[in-house]
């Protein structure tokens, strides 16, 4: 058995932020396994198998995937941005642990790459420059109320904020619900910053004040980031604003 | 005035680990700026200047950068794993906002990269696979109480961790303090993981016990991954240990 299988992130956006070792393990695959859009973003290599699937299937694909690398094939896994946020490495792990003992066996391997809130931060300066929380606002996976309390816990202790999976047509609420929620611990003038599509066509970045964030449209592509009660914006004539979080903390927290 | 600067990330590791924007950003610089080691990493170039400058400097570099750029020339600044985590971004844009009107006019750019806390998550599985926490235990630019009360926050509310920079000569015993604080919130039996070097010579990755982690060596090089209540490990005959935070939480929290 010489089968293997490999998770990888393609970066935010274009081949210009994927890595070069991505690159070459996607190159040489038997088989490509991933979420549908993700997919559509590998090059086509001839003779090489492609195995869409559906956003909520990830223990079904990551399965399926582990099965074929258990028959002798080289496999990749893709995801978005880096596959340990928020995204497959996570599913495999669980698939790997539920699975049949020859799972255990196998040769995986995880390929580290840049997630979405490193990419929206390189945007517009440095907001996530000091200390940090990424947190999932969806509520498919986690009842709302931990949500909140990390929330208030990640806020009130004064880290910055990256927020994945803000919104989708199921989850209309839960953004102005935890911006809301953010407004009672943080000033009003916080920095807020959308970032849709980062790196791809399409791409909108918006930074607003936390007071006015709650009307801001967000979808399932993008990503916001909140900043600490330190965050500050620098304007700049002629050019969009810098956001930066300064590396030093004078603030004894709340 | 035709200056540029632009801020990249090497990367944790090798060159397999960059991604292909800022390999070609650094092959078309006219000067290179950074701290000695993540220099030593940059392909050298004929007729690039290189300006290594030490670790405690990072104002000085990005001001002795921006002037560069501002007198026409195309330049980079260099960080380890990305520019935006506890790195080279925030002072550059510190450096923009105290500095002469001139700066604020420059083409300023930040490329992300791969930052340490995924490839080391990477090496081991999928340990921030939910809502996680990066965290810097240096006291030189916060104060400690800052630092203990974030950990405190951090995980009674479930988050997992990542902690930066938690040992060097000057601070050695910031990072047990910071272990055995960890153990009033969280089991003993949480898996920590100390990755060294991740993807360059002299790597070394342990997997323990929250436990048994404030034994384990550390230095500069090390980064820290403490999970959350429902990190698990996946034993593998032959093989190295998974360890992986689940997508799901059922967990009310703290």
């Known amino acids: 058995m010489s089968g293997s299988l490999s998770v990888v992130g393609l970066g935010p956006g274009g081949p210009g932020q994927q890595t070069a070792e991505t690159a070459a393990v996607l190159a040489a695959a038997d088989a490509v396994y991933g979420y549908t859009p993700y997919l559509a973003r590998v090059p086509e290599v001839p003779g090489q198998a492609r195995?869409?699937?559906?956003n909520r299937e990830e223990i079904e694909r990551a399965g399926a995937a582990l099965a074929r690398a258990a028959a002798g094939a080289r496999v990749v896994v893709v995801s978005g941005g880096d596959p340990g946020v928020f995204a497959m490495a996570a599913a495999v792990c669980?698939?790997?642990?539920?699975?049949?003992?020859?799972?255990?066996a196998l040769d995986v391997s995880i390929l580290p790459g840049v997630t979405a809130m490193l990419a929206v931060a390189a945007r517009v300066g440095a907001p996530l420059g000091h200390d940090f929380c990424a947190l999932s606002l969806?509520?498919?996976l986690k009842p709302w109320p931990v949500?909140?309390?990390r929330l208030r816990a990640a806020a009130g202790a004064g880290f910055a904020l990256a927020l994945y999976n803000p919104a989708s047509r199921a989850r209309p609420w839960q953004l102005a619900r935890a911006l809301e929620l953010l407004l009672?611990?943080?000033?009003?003038?916080t920095p807020?910053?959308?970032?849709?599509?980062?790196?791809?066509a399409g791409e909108r970045v918006s930074i607003v004040p936390l007071v006015k964030a709650p009307a801001e449209p967000a979808d399932m592509s993008t990503l916001v980031l909140v900043?600490?009660?330190?965050?500050?914006?620098?304007?700049?004539?002629g050019r969009p604003a810098l956001v930066?979080?300064?590396?030093?903390?004078?603030?004894d927290g709340a």
């Open 51 to 54: 195995c869409a699937s559906d």
């Open 94 to 104: 669980e698939a790997v642990e539920r699975g049949p003992a020859e799972w255990r």
């Open 138 to 140: 969806s509520d498919n």
């Open 147 to 149: 949500v909140e309390q």
């Open 184 to 189: 009672e611990h943080l000033p009003a003038s």
């Open 192 to 200: 807020v910053v959308f970032g849709r599509a980062v790196g791809r």
């Open 227 to 237: 900043g600490s009660p330190e965050t500050r914006v620098v304007e700049r004539p």
């Open 244 to 251: 930066y979080t300064p590396r030093t903390a004078q603030r």
